[in-house]
């Protein structure tokens, strides 16, 4: 089990927590809440997650902006159940006053 700590996490592209918690067991999402309080071993990565049914996803490194991220990764999770499975998919820089990946931006797929 590990539990990460981001700027923003997409849910969907209408559903958003801002300064939230990432909990992996494993590659799988078990759980996302906002962080309201320090939590006992969590680790602060900062950076952003899109929240995604896709386990391996070609092409990440020509996304450029938060809205082509949100439609490559998160559209398909927005119509499956809440109880099926979920993989966290972590943007390292991300500029959201000007909704875009920074050229040094890296992508990683999270695990526990």
Do not use: C
């Not at 995604?52 to 996803?57: A, D, K, M, P, Q």
């Amino acid at each position: 089990m590990r539990r990460v700590a981001v700027h923003r996490i997409y849910l969907s592209a209408k559903q958003t927590i801002d300064n939230g918690v990432v909990v992996l067991d494993n590659e799988f999402v078990e759980k996302v809440f906002p962080l309201t309080e320090e939590i006992e071993k969590t680790e602060w990565i900062g950076g952003t997650v899109f929240l995604s049914s896709f386990n391996h996803i070609e092409g990440l490194d020509k996304i450029k902006t938060v809205e082509d991220a949100i439609e490559k990764i998160t559209a398909e999770r927005a119509n499956r159940k809440e109880s099926d499975s979920s993989y966290a998919w972590h943007a390292s820089k991300v500029d959201f006053r000007e909704g875009i990946l920074l050229s040094e931006n890296k992508w990683t797929k999270l695990t526990s």
